[in-house]
């Protein structure tokens, strides 16, 4: 068997997000490898250089949406409202970038294609959509939990002949203004974009396959005295956030909704109907909305209510009305119900009445009628957290395809690893926790960052979960899972919204905490359930 090990680089980074940047800050600056990332997008940001519809911005609340790895950038970045804009997280991770010299490294506008390991060799071999080929000792996938863009196959989509566009590559030029326009789809980029075009578009015609539950965002300006007091409490923020359940940075409750009275019940959800945020309704109300049947009935109870008082038109209100169990993610707009008290806005309910096909002048639905639209937006989500995987030809030992690993769902070792895929990582892959974004990437690179540090400094060869480790991980996850109500909903979460695919838990639900504290319990066992075969070993597990 050869050894020769002379890669381009030590590491190549597939993904320019927010997963990508800070691992190529951390593989570079802080372990001094060489290292390239390489960005399908014509700039960095990943789901939030792509997604710039109308109406797109985080509806995690701005403060822990953000890196904490540097207290001089959290003490420096400003922000003016309670949730950001795309535009403000965008220019945010640009300035990440310019602040740590991190652009050299990336190339832009290289998508890959494919990446194989060499057992001969140890090495990753990715290739580009361009034919150029690199070759790395590890390979970290920053893909994209919501990513590859989910295009329903529709009769007659190819016949319109207005504008077709998905929410995940909105182009640069499209003005709604004074347009009518269709949408399909009612999920957190639906509800965002609806919201945001009624203003704009002269008829707004909403296909809803679900209705949803939807809570206020509250959002609004925030005054510069809050700023800084928040600045000046980072340390602690962040320690909540790290040891909380979805780290959104509110105090989740400790008290089961049906341990008291639904007078007092009633008050905690208005309370919290008032301070607005999907998360914090699910999670910050009580305790069990999201594990027990009653306390999650009392909760969608009161989200219904809520539609019949604000919807004016009672049909509307029955079609946007939810009948089934509230365990979608938690979603949460500026007035989505209101919107359909607008006379420009108009509610086709497609399990009633369904699309038949789209034609050259909009879309046609099983009762005969035509809807005529200038626009039509495809809001129909993303084949997520295993989708951008398997469009690669991504292939581990023996040349196996990422596919045969998968046939019957995703899987990994604690969302970062794959048995059979040596030294290569995902952050945000299969199975990881199921929070707020940014800390759970910073607690996925900074493990990695350490695995990688301990394999350079001991003369590591290869990293490789074991499959007992992986299957245990995987058993884990479904075990959790199965206390919660969310399998009972058909979600994206589970792959439901994806004709073909296999139901699949592909989620740790037990929280940021638990999490972080599995890493560390792993690392400080010497990387417990990983196999680490060094240089003078035969590579193989």
């Known amino acids: 068997m050869s050894t020769t090990r002379t890669p381009d680089v030590d590491a190549i980074v597939i993904g320019a997000g927010f997963g990508g940047i800070y691992m190529l800050h951390k593989l570079r600056n802080e372990l001094g490898l060489t290292v390239k990332a390489l960005e399908k997008g014509g700039g960095v940001g990943g789901t939030w250089y792509f997604n710039r519809y109308p109406g797109a911005k985080s509806d995690t609340e701005g403060f822990v949406y953000r ?17 950001l804009d795309q535009p403000d997280v965008l220019a945010y991770l640009e300035h990440v970038v310019e602040r740590y010299d991190l652009a050299r490294d990336i190339l832009l506008d290289t998508e890959v294609t494919e990446a194989a390991f060499d057992e001969g060799t140890d090495l990753w071999t990715v290739t580009t959509a361009d034919g150029r080929r690199l070759t790395s000792r590890y390979l970290v996938n920053s893909l994209g939990l919501l990513a590859k863009t989910n295009i329903p196959d529709i009769p007659g989509r190819d016949t319109f002949a207005g504008a077709l566009v998905h929410t995940n590559a909105w182009p640069h030029d499209l003005d709604l203004t004074g347009k009518r326009v269709g949408v399909i789809g009612t999920g957190s ?13 002269s008829h707004l015609t909403v296909f809803q396959r679900s209705p949803q539950y939807c809570v206020p965002s509250g959002n609004g300006p925030v005054e510069r005295a809050d700023v800084e007091r928040i600045k000046e409490n980072f340390d602690a923020i962040w320690e909540q956030v790290r040891n909380s359940v979805v780290a959104f940075g509110f105090e989740e409750s400790g008290i089961e909704a049906m341990s008291v009275s639904e007078e007092e019940r009633n008050r905690v959800f208005q309370e ?6 999907g998360f914090r309704f699910m999670f910050g109300t009580f305790s069990d909305i999201a594990t027990n049947p009653e306390a999650n009935a009392a ?15 009672p049909e509307t209100a029955r079609k946007l009305t939810p009948t089934d169990i509230y365990a979608k993610r938690p979603l949460c707009n ?11 806005v108009e509610l086709v309910s497609i399990k009633e009445n369904p699309i038949q096909q789209i034609t050259p002048a909009g879309v046609r639905t099983a009762d005969g009628v035509e809807h005529a639209v200038d626009v039509l937006v495809l809001a129909t989500g993303f084949d997520a957290v295993d989708g951008n995987y398997r469009a690669m030809d991504l292939r581990g030992r023996g040349g196996r395809h990422i596919d045969e690993h998968w046939a019957d769902g995703p899987t990994s070792y604690l969302g970062v690893s794959k048995a059979g895929f040596p030294n290569m990582f ?31 400094r001991d003369g590591v060869r290869t990293v490789e979960p074991t499959q007992v480790a992986e299957d245990a991980w995987t058993a884990t996850c479904e075990e959790i899972a199965n206390m919660t109500l969310f399998p009972q909903a058909q979600s994206w979460i589970f792959g439901a919204n994806i004709p073909g695919k296999k139901n699949a838990v592909m989620f740790y639900m037990a929280g940021h905490g638990a999490y972080r504290q599995k890493l560390g319990e792993v690392a400080d066992r010497g990387y417990e359930g990983f196999e680490l075969s060094r240089e003078a070993e035969t590579a193989g597990v």
């Open 189 to 201: 980029t639906g509800t965002q974009f609806i919201v945001a075009a009624a203003k704009l578009a």
């Open 272 to 277: 919290n109907w008032d301070k607005g945020n």
């Open 299 to 313: 909760a969608a109870a009161f989200i219904r209510s809520k539609i019949s008082e604000i919807v004016e038109d």
């Open 67 to 83: 890196y904490s790895f540097d207290k001089d950038l959290l003490r420096e970045w400003d922000w003016t409202t309670r949730y």
């Open 334 to 344: 500026e007035g989505y119900y209101e919107t359909y008290n607008r006379d420009n």
């Open 426 to 456: 995902m952050i945000l892959g299969p199975n990881g926790p199921f929070t707020n974004l940014p800390p759970s990437i910073e607690a996925q690179v900074d493990f990695i960052g350490e695995l990688i540090r301990t394999a350079e």
